[in-house]
């Protein structure tokens, strides 16, 4: 190292070379060479980049998705919803269930009546199912569309406005259950009874998807009781689609069905699985909220 410094002049010689005019081995000639080149090379591989984002962003559209990489839609949800769709309260304990009640509070709060007064963005679409609502092509001039109000009042004791407790009080409770927004999806109600249960058929009536539930296991038959439907004929009525997306349909409300189960037998953990029909529909056994879902239930009564 001694004899570097001294046979070369060491690193002060490497930093700057005054015989030379180098500097870290460069002379100026040389590091604005390097530099032109550097900037030209980069300046290309971002002008790449920029044109094909700006390549790309010509093919998507500003109102509907290009590509979708999952599977087929819809989806069913319902609230309350937990990781492990499961519901497990005692109606003598508030703390319990108070979670499950705040989660229908907060969902419903959306469809406040007060909320729905705007005649320019909702207009009244009926309380009886009717056709698919035509408010022109997606992808048009006519800006941003109206929406059909939704009153909580048609979930009757699920509405929360005169039970906050959605019959979970009294070992009654309730479930809010919707389907997921698919921008421009007409859903298509069942052309024929063949791939409907036979127990479920009653169920379907022109101008609604039919939601009917039932026990997912053959040994909790006859443990479930009565199930009551709430909404524009206990489905979801073909005047709510289709949805234009958040940019033309920015104050939708989806329809909702509540469900109540009016004769759970206590203490025992009970499989339900609901369904929607209709002619587009389909399931797939990878995602069990495509078309479906099913909760478990337990009510403990001590």
């Known amino acids: 190292m001694a004899g570097w410094d001294q046979d070369n002049g ?28 550097y900037i030209i090379f980069y300046g290309c591989l971002g002008g790449i980049f920029i044109g094909t984002i700006q390549a790309m962003m010509l093919t998507l559209s500003d109102y509907k998705p290009t590509w979708q990489d999952r599977v087929a839609p819809p989806g069913l949800s319902h609230t ?33 009546e007060e909320t729905q007064n705007d005649l320019m963005m909702f207009e009244d679409c009926g309380g009886e199912p009717a056709e698919y609502k035509n408010r022109g092509e997606l992808e048009s001039d006519m800006g941003v569309r109206k929406a059909c109000r ?37 859903p298509k109600p069942p052309s024929s009874n063949e791939s409907i249960p036979e127990e479920a058929q009653y169920k379907v009536q022109p101008n609604v998807i039919p939601l009917y539930c039932t026990n997912k296991k053959e040994e909790d038959a006859g443990k479930i009781g009565e199930i009551k439907y709430y909404g524009i004929g206990g489905g979801f009525p073909l005047q709510y689609y289709p949805y234009y997306g958040k940019l033309l349909h920015p104050q939708y409300l989806q329809p ?47």
């Open 80 to 112: 309350p919803r937990s990781d492990k769709a499961e519901v497990t309260f005692n109606p003598n304990d508030v703390e319990s269930y108070l979670p499950y009640t705040k989660a229908l509070m907060d969902i419903l709060a959306k469809y406040d």
């Open 256 to 302: 909702l069905v509540a469900l109540q189960f009016t004769n759970l037998t206590l203490n025992t953990e009970l499989r339900i699985e609901c369904k929607v029909f209709g002619e587009n529909i389909d399931y797939c056994d990878k995602d069990r909220y495509q078309g479906r879902f099913d909760i478990k239930i337990l009510i403990n009564s001590s």
């Open 150 to 186: 939704f009153s909580k009042e048609l979930l009757g004791p699920c509405s929360g406005m005169v039970d906050r407790d959605f019959g979970f009080k009294e070992g009654k409770p309730c479930l809010i259950v919707k389907l997921n927004r698919i921008v421009n999806f007409r």
């Open 10 to 37: 060491g690193w002060k010689r490497f930093l700057w070379d005054s015989e030379k005019g180098e500097l870290l081995g460069r002379t100026g000639a040389s590091w604005f060479k390097i530099t032109l080149f």
